[in-house]
């Protein structure tokens, strides 16, 4: 059997008898001696629930009851209107270019009506800069109608959702309405009541009294057929004299005029005549005036009220079809979420009054408004339409090691982005998935920032095109100074069935740029079949990151504080060198990974350093249950990153072996007893204080080693006491010492009338006794 490690204990005691029975005692101090060999071996968390609270209907406002007309009257429910607060300056990006979703203007009127088309071309970060187009309506005595062209009608075979955002002059223009429809006159339906009081009709309702000659018919005739309309009613309409359109539910200019509601123009039923419930002749023999009815929900009349929106500036009306539902609707403020109460039209509504059933589940769709005497101006811009193209254009950015760049519109820069000065390859793909008629390309055209990319002295781009992967062509292109290019003259021909189109050049960055972003857009133009007009397919914005030509840090070399590291002995510790020659102070973050697990994250205070020392603070402890070493080869990786993203990484090898030996052992064991207190049978005697022992091996994963205990004598000037004295006594057992054994890597506390004791009577001499006691850490055979 090997010894692998003695700690003899010299145990120096005293036993002394006087004449006063005091005895100086027995006392034992150890001594270490050592021989080892060479061996190896919380997070938080947070969750975070966003809570909606939503509207539930209400028949109750405030304090603006509407108004009894009569007894006749039904029963007006007015719906919860949360919405508040003034809406956006300015519309954000999504804003679309008409053409090819909607068909031409419908316009009628006596007044000066202007641009009711007005496209717009912003410089202030509207809608990204991208161009779109506004709608508009001013003048007094003006009528103006849009809808979707025959080939994208609403499909109610399937869910769809729309957004569109509205500009409200609430004081000075009658208002505007959504509107689906299947009138005969399709894509140029809007109403025919143009005198002068029918700028209440919004440009869907009939007119504001009973039509032709007595008997009169009913106003619906005059409105948009076969037809359901969502209100923005700037006014209620109510004047004894002539317009009672709002009297219906009691809307009167002097309690909340400004409303939301929807309803059945084309529909007969929509109307009643006021003081007749018979005709629409009064008893003057004059035409009646037309009260008409509102809904907020399947045969429940009333209205919402929208009192609360600030004038001149950009709500979002939203609305989705969900099968089987119906078409839900409500208005939204971006600015801080307010809504009003979402109101659904539902499927048996929709049904009677569009006749799906008809006409193949469709409907056209599209806004009308109005002004009568009114002369402000009403303003719409559609963001998501609710039909799906056909078409899509899609937009790639691409660095000169042809890795795709483009990040989301809000993403800070990271990693990611083209060195200033380098190339950027700018791609568009058009593809038509199918369709009802070919679609023929006249012209690709877009936009680049030229504060961004440069662009030739010639003004000249090469761009590069191909159908369908075929044979690639290249064209010589102009660009303006705002970045404005157009390939035109393309005549490029995509079959019904499908086709691809890919665009692309290349162009360098503008040198020395730090941290810019930049975006990239184009579209396609060109007409299906034999249309008279073009349709634009738009790509999205694309975003993109210019930086300026990083220094990448660079790992001179790392060395390690020891040759060797040993359990229980050393810190883990090493010196790095390291240079990054434009990184600012404490740019530079550095992180160390022991065996793939983080140990630290710092900033580093130079730009540069050699053999910077890092070190733990506290040894290495393979027995620890959140030690990350490893008995025998170690993996240390260390990763420097700068402000712009550029990393570099070292990886290192070292060694830590294992210990063997003692982590904690009593020191010094002391006897002191008088005669007086001894038995007269020899005894196994307490020790003054407490002992420790636990021995530490990690030369192996499952350690055989084990700790016995011995001892020499006890001698005195002139008397010896034998080793056989001392017994060692646990869990009520005493033992003989060389039948004592404890395991590695265990703690072993001991009570003073526990574990190592002597055996003393009254006959012992008195004097002072010392010894040694060997504690060995052995194999086991």
């Not at 410089?123 to 800069?129: A, I, L, R, V, Y």
């Not at 469709?362 to 719409?380: I, Q």
């Amino acid at each position: 059997m090997k010894k692998r490690s003695i700690l003899p204990l010299l145990s120096c005691g005293m036993l002394i008898f006087s004449p006063l029975t005091l005895a100086e005692g027995v006392k034992a101090e150890t001594q270490e001696t050592q021989e080892t060999t060479s061996s190896s071996e919380n997070e938080s968390e947070s969750t975070s629930q966003t809570e909606q609270e939503e509207s539930t209907a209400s028949s109750t406002t405030d304090t603006e009851e509407p108004a009894v007309v009569d007894d006749r009257q039904d029963s007006i429910e007015v719906r919860a209107s949360d919405i508040s607060g003034a809406g956006l300056k300015k519309i954000p990006y999504g804003a679309k270019k008409l053409d090819g979703v909607f068909d031409k203007l419908n316009s009628a009127g006596s007044g000066s009506w202007k641009n009711a088309l007005v496209p717009q071309n912003p410089t202030d970060g509207t809608n990204d800069n991208r161009p779109y187009d506004e709608i508009q309506l001013s003048g007094s005595q003006n009528w103006l109608s849009v809808f979707s062209n025959d080939y994208q009608k609403l499909d109610f075979s399937k869910d769809f959702n729309g957004h569109v955002y509205i500009n409200f002059n609430t004081g000075f223009t009658d208002g505007l309405a959504f509107v689906m429809h299947n009138d005969t006159r399709k894509s140029k339906a809007m109403t025919s009541a143009t005198s002068d009081l029918d700028g209440q009709n919004l440009g869907v309702y009939g007119a504001y009294a009973g039509i032709g000659s007595s008997p009169y018919r009913n106003p619906a005739e005059k409105g948009i057929q076969n037809s359901v309309a969502v209100e923005f009613d700037m006014h209620g309409n109510w004047n004894e004299e002539s317009d009672n359109f709002d009297r219906k539910v009691g809307l009167s200019v002097l309690n909340g005029p400004t409303h939301m509601a929807y309803s059945f123009p084309g529909n007969p039923t929509t109307y009643e005549p006021y003081n007749s419930y018979s005709s629409w002749t009064n008893s003057n023999g004059t035409p009646s005036t037309a009260l008409q009815k509102h809904y907020v929900g399947a045969e429940k009349q009333g209205y919402q009220s929208l009192k609360n929106i600030v004038s001149n500036s950009w709500y979002e009306f939203r609305f989705n079809y969900v099968s089987g539902v119906g078409l839900v609707y409500y208005l939204f403020n971006p600015t801080n979420n307010t809504l009003t109460e979402p109101v659904v039209i539902s499927n048996a509504e929709l049904e009677a009054n569009l006749k799906l059933s008809e006409n193949n589940n469709t409907a056209y769709w599209g806004f009308s408004s109005a002004n009568g005497n009114l002369a402000g101006t009403t303003k719409f811009a559609f963001t998501e339409t609710p039909v799906e193209s056909v078409a899509t254009l899609s937009n790639q950015v691409y660095d000169k090691n042809n890795t795709e760049v483009t990040v989301p519109r809000d993403e800070a820069i990271t990693d990611k982005f083209i060195n200033s000065g380098d190339t950027v390859t700018l791609q568009s793909t058009y593809k038509l998935e199918s369709s009802q008629r070919n679609y023929t390309i006249n012209n690709w055209k877009g936009k680049i920032d030229p504060a961004a990319i440069a662009i030739p002295a010639n003004k000249q781009i090469n761009v590069t095109y191909s159908v369908n992967d075929g044979e690639a062509k290249t064209q010589n292109v102009a660009v303006d100074a705002k970045g404005n290019f157009s390939l035109d003259g393309l005549n490029l021909a995509i079959p019904r069935e499908g086709g691809t189109v890919t665009f692309k050049f290349s162009l360098p960055t503008v040198n020395n740029l730090s941290a810019q972003k930049t975006v990239f857009y184009s579209s396609v133009n060109g007409r299906y079949g034999t249309d008279s007009f073009d349709t634009i397919i738009e790509s999205d914005s694309n975003y993109f990151w210019i930086n300026k030509r990083n220094n990448d840090p660079v790992i001179d070399g790392v060395t390690f504080d020891q040759t060797n590291f040993q359990d229980f002995v050393h810190p883990f510790g090493f010196k790095l060198s390291y240079h990054d020659d434009d990184a600012a102070a404490n740019e530079l973050k550095m992180k160390i990974e022991v065996n793939g697990q983080l140990v630290s994250e710092s900033n580093l205070a130079a730009n540069a350093s050699q053999n910077l020392p890092w070190a733990e603070t506290t040894k290495i402890d393979l027995l620890n249950e959140n030690n990350i070493f490893t008995r025998g080869n170690n993996t240390l990786k260390v990763t420097l990153t700068d402000a712009n993203g550029a990393v570099a990484t070292k990886e290192s090898t070292f060694n830590v072996e294992g210990y063997q030996g003692f982590e904690k052992v009593t020191k010094e064991y002391q006897w002191n007893y008088s005669r007086t207190q001894l038995p007269t049978d020899r005894k196994a005697q307490a020790r003054e204080n407490q002992m420790t022992i636990k021995a530490r091996d990690t030369t192996k994963d499952k350690p055989t080693s084990e700790v016995t205990l011995s001892a020499t004598q006890l001698s005195s000037n002139k008397n010896n006491l034998s080793a056989s004295e001392f017994v060692f006594k646990e869990n009520g057992q005493t033992f003989a010492l060389p039948e004592v054994s404890f395991k590695p890597n265990q703690a072993y506390d001991f009570s003073k009338s526990d574990g190592l004791l002597l055996k003393l009577s009254d006959q012992d001499n008195p004097g002072e006794y010392k010894g040694v006691i060997n504690w060995t850490i052995k194999d086991a055979p």
